[in-house]
Protein backbone atom coordinates (compact mmCIF):
# COMPACT_ATOMS: atom_id res chain seq x y z
CA UNK A 1 0.00 0.00 0.00
CA UNK A 2 1.26 3.10 -0.59
CA UNK A 3 1.69 6.25 1.83
CA UNK A 4 0.33 9.32 2.16
CA UNK A 5 2.33 10.91 4.85
CA UNK A 6 5.85 13.29 2.32
CA UNK A 7 3.29 16.66 2.55
CA UNK A 8 3.17 16.18 6.49
CA UNK A 9 7.00 15.87 7.07
CA UNK A 10 8.08 19.16 8.22
CA UNK A 11 11.63 19.13 6.32
CA UNK A 12 9.93 18.31 2.93
CA UNK A 13 7.68 21.79 3.86
CA UNK A 14 11.15 23.51 4.51
CA UNK A 15 12.50 22.10 1.19
CA UNK A 16 9.58 22.40 -1.23
CA UNK A 17 8.86 26.18 -0.27
CA UNK A 18 12.39 26.38 -0.68
CA UNK A 19 12.93 24.99 -4.18
CA UNK A 20 9.54 24.98 -5.65
CA UNK A 21 9.60 29.18 -6.75
CA UNK A 22 12.44 28.13 -9.16
CA UNK A 23 10.27 24.78 -10.72
CA UNK A 24 11.42 22.27 -8.94
CA UNK A 25 9.77 19.87 -6.73
CA UNK A 26 10.94 17.54 -3.97
CA UNK A 27 10.27 14.18 -4.22
CA UNK A 28 11.84 12.78 -0.72
CA UNK A 29 14.16 13.62 1.83
CA UNK A 30 16.61 11.56 4.08
CA UNK A 31 18.14 12.74 7.08
CA UNK A 32 20.44 10.45 9.31
CA UNK A 33 21.67 12.20 11.76
CA UNK A 34 25.24 10.48 13.58
CA UNK A 35 28.25 11.40 15.88
CA UNK A 36 27.82 14.71 15.51
CA UNK A 37 27.20 14.96 11.78
CA UNK A 38 23.72 15.02 9.43
CA UNK A 39 23.87 13.36 6.42
CA UNK A 40 20.75 14.78 3.89
CA UNK A 41 19.96 12.93 0.98
CA UNK A 42 16.96 15.52 -1.16
CA UNK A 43 15.30 13.83 -4.02
CA UNK A 44 14.14 16.73 -6.85
CA UNK A 45 12.05 16.60 -10.15
CA UNK A 46 11.99 19.19 -12.66
CA UNK A 47 8.61 20.81 -13.40
CA UNK A 48 8.49 20.28 -17.23
CA UNK A 49 11.43 18.69 -17.73
CA UNK A 50 14.44 16.21 -16.75
CA UNK A 51 17.02 17.11 -13.98
CA UNK A 52 20.42 18.13 -15.57
CA UNK A 53 23.88 18.43 -13.66
CA UNK A 54 23.28 22.08 -13.65
CA UNK A 55 20.19 21.98 -11.63
CA UNK A 56 20.98 19.84 -9.23
CA UNK A 57 24.06 22.14 -8.20
CA UNK A 58 21.87 25.05 -8.00
CA UNK A 59 19.74 22.85 -5.89
CA UNK A 60 22.64 22.20 -3.39
CA UNK A 61 24.02 25.61 -3.56
CA UNK A 62 20.94 26.70 -2.48
CA UNK A 63 20.49 23.99 0.42
CA UNK A 64 23.63 23.71 1.48
CA UNK A 65 23.89 27.33 3.36
CA UNK A 66 20.61 27.24 4.85
CA UNK A 67 21.29 23.90 6.53
CA UNK A 68 24.99 24.34 7.45
CA UNK A 69 23.79 27.28 9.74
CA UNK A 70 20.63 25.98 11.05
CA UNK A 71 21.52 22.64 12.15
CA UNK A 72 24.54 22.79 14.48
CA UNK A 73 26.82 20.04 13.21
CA UNK A 74 28.54 18.99 10.15
CA UNK A 75 26.60 18.58 6.86
CA UNK A 76 26.85 15.96 3.95
CA UNK A 77 23.97 17.16 1.39
CA UNK A 78 22.93 15.12 -1.62
CA UNK A 79 21.08 16.22 -3.79
CA UNK A 80 20.11 13.84 -7.18
CA UNK A 81 17.29 13.17 -9.46
CA UNK A 82 14.41 10.85 -8.73
CA UNK A 83 15.88 8.36 -11.16
CA UNK A 84 14.22 6.92 -14.43
CA UNK A 85 13.32 3.36 -12.50
CA UNK A 86 12.13 4.44 -9.08
CA UNK A 87 9.93 2.92 -6.44
CA UNK A 88 7.20 5.35 -6.17
CA UNK A 89 6.25 5.21 -2.14
CA UNK A 90 3.72 7.90 -1.44
CA UNK A 91 0.39 8.94 -3.56
CA UNK A 92 1.83 12.40 -4.01
CA UNK A 93 4.45 11.29 -6.48
CA UNK A 94 2.03 10.53 -8.91
CA UNK A 95 1.22 14.21 -9.57
CA UNK A 96 4.49 15.08 -9.40
CA UNK A 97 5.79 12.17 -12.29
CA UNK A 98 2.79 13.60 -14.48
CA UNK A 99 3.96 12.54 -18.49
CA UNK A 100 6.17 9.35 -17.12
CA UNK A 101 5.49 5.68 -17.89
CA UNK A 102 4.77 3.78 -14.83
CA UNK A 103 3.96 -0.17 -13.69
CA UNK A 104 1.43 -0.31 -11.01
CA UNK A 105 0.56 -3.34 -8.98
CA UNK A 106 -3.82 -3.18 -9.37
CA UNK A 107 -5.42 -4.58 -6.62
CA UNK A 108 -8.63 -4.49 -8.62
CA UNK A 109 -6.89 -6.67 -12.02
CA UNK A 110 -4.66 -8.52 -9.54
CA UNK A 111 -2.06 -8.17 -12.48
CA UNK A 112 0.52 -5.30 -13.58
CA UNK A 113 -0.92 -2.61 -15.15
CA UNK A 114 1.12 -0.56 -17.22
CA UNK A 115 0.74 3.07 -19.11
CA UNK A 116 1.66 6.75 -18.98
CA UNK A 117 0.49 9.41 -15.83
CA UNK A 118 -2.19 11.43 -17.49
CA UNK A 119 -2.94 13.34 -14.49
CA UNK A 120 -3.52 12.42 -10.93
CA UNK A 121 -4.99 14.09 -7.57
CA UNK A 122 -4.95 12.74 -4.19
CA UNK A 123 -7.66 10.20 -4.80
CA UNK A 124 -7.08 8.87 -8.30
CA UNK A 125 -4.78 8.32 -11.00
CA UNK A 126 -5.75 8.19 -15.01
CA UNK A 127 -3.18 6.46 -17.13
CA UNK A 128 -3.18 6.48 -20.97
CA UNK A 129 -2.02 3.87 -23.25
CA UNK A 130 -2.59 1.31 -20.85
CA UNK A 131 -1.28 -2.27 -21.07
CA UNK A 132 -2.43 -5.52 -18.65
CA UNK A 133 -0.14 -7.81 -20.19
CA UNK A 134 -0.98 -11.10 -17.65
CA UNK A 135 -4.96 -10.67 -18.65
CA UNK A 136 -3.72 -9.41 -22.54
CA UNK A 137 -5.77 -6.22 -21.96
CA UNK A 138 -4.78 -2.82 -23.80
CA UNK A 139 -7.11 0.45 -23.40
CA UNK A 140 -6.62 4.14 -24.46
CA UNK A 141 -7.33 5.38 -20.71
CA UNK A 142 -8.13 4.15 -17.10
CA UNK A 143 -8.82 5.50 -14.24
CA UNK A 144 -7.57 4.16 -10.95
CA UNK A 145 -8.54 4.76 -7.21
CA UNK A 146 -4.56 5.09 -5.31
CA UNK A 147 -6.22 2.94 -2.66
CA UNK A 148 -6.36 0.29 -5.37
CA UNK A 149 -2.79 0.21 -6.13
CA UNK A 150 -0.70 -2.14 -4.34
CA UNK A 151 2.74 -0.37 -5.12
CA UNK A 152 4.15 1.24 -8.18
CA UNK A 153 7.37 1.80 -9.91
CA UNK A 154 8.72 4.46 -12.48
CA UNK A 155 9.31 2.73 -15.81
CA UNK A 156 12.18 3.17 -18.29
CA UNK A 157 11.33 2.89 -21.32
CA UNK A 158 13.71 -0.25 -22.20
CA UNK A 159 11.82 -1.93 -18.93
CA UNK A 160 8.19 -0.85 -20.13
CA UNK A 161 5.73 -3.66 -20.52
CA UNK A 162 4.08 -1.79 -23.53
Known sequence: MLLDKLRENELYKELENLVSPLGYHI???YKNEKKGETE???LVVKKGGDIALDDLEILYNLIYPRYQAKWDRSLTLEV??????????????????????????????????????????????????????????TMDKIEMNLSDIQKARLEGLEESGK
Open 27 to 29: VDT
Open 40 to 42: LTV
Open 80 to 137: SSAGMNRNIKDVYEFQLFNGKDVKVYSNLYSAYVYGKIEEADDEKVVLSYVSIPDKKI
